[in-house]
Nanobody
Framework: QVQLVESGGGLVQAGETLRLSCAVS????????MGWFRQAPGKEREFVAA???????NYGDSVKGRFTISRDSAKNTVYLQMNSLKPEDTAVYYC????WGSGSSATMYEYWGQGTQVTVSS
C-alpha cells in the first residue's frame, strides 16, 4: 500500500513563496512517477506539475516559470517549490503517485494524498 502525506500549505500574500512536501511511504519510491494537482472551490482538479522516475519534469501552463517540482529519493519525498504566488493559485494541493509512469491527467494516478490548503491573499 502506498501512502502519501502532504505538508507545507498555508496562508501567504501575493508574491510570496511556499514549498510543499509529499512524503511517500513505499518500499520502491524510484518505481513511481509523481504529480501535483490542485482543486479550487467549484472548479475541476487541475494539473500542476509532474516528475518522472528519471527526473524529467512537466508543468501546467498557469505555473510554468514559477513552480518547480523535484524529488529526493533518499527521503522518499517530492517537493513543489512555489514562487511568485498569485491569488488564483489558491486551492487544495494534492500529491499523486503512479507506478512506472507519470503524466498530466489525474486519471493516470493510482494513489493520492489527503491534500494541503494553499491560500494566497491579494
Amino acid at each position: 500500500q502506498v501512502q502519501l502525506v502532504e505538508s507545507g500549505g498555508g496562508l501567504v500574500q501575493a508574491g510570496e513563496t511556499l514549498r510543499l512536501s509529499c512524503a511517500v511511504s513505499v518500499l520502491t519510491f524510484s518505481n513511481y512517477g509523481m504529480g501535483w494537482f490542485r482543486q479550487a472551490p467549484g472548479k475541476e482538479r487541475e494539473f500542476v506539475a509532474a516528475i518522472t522516475r528519471g527526473g524529467n519534469t512537466n508543468y501546467g501552463d498557469s505555473v510554468k516559470g514559477r513552480f518547480t517540482i523535484s524529488r529526493d529519493s533518499a527521503k522518499n519525498t517530492v517537493y513543489l517549490q512555489m514562487n511568485s504566488l498569485k491569488p488564483e493559485d489558491t486551492a487544495v494541493y494534492y500529491c499523486a503517485a503512479r507506478k512506472w509512469g507519470s503524466g498530466s491527467s489525474a486519471t493516470m494516478y493510482e494513489y493520492w494524498g489527503q491534500g494541503t490548503q494553499v491560500t494566497v491573499s491579494s
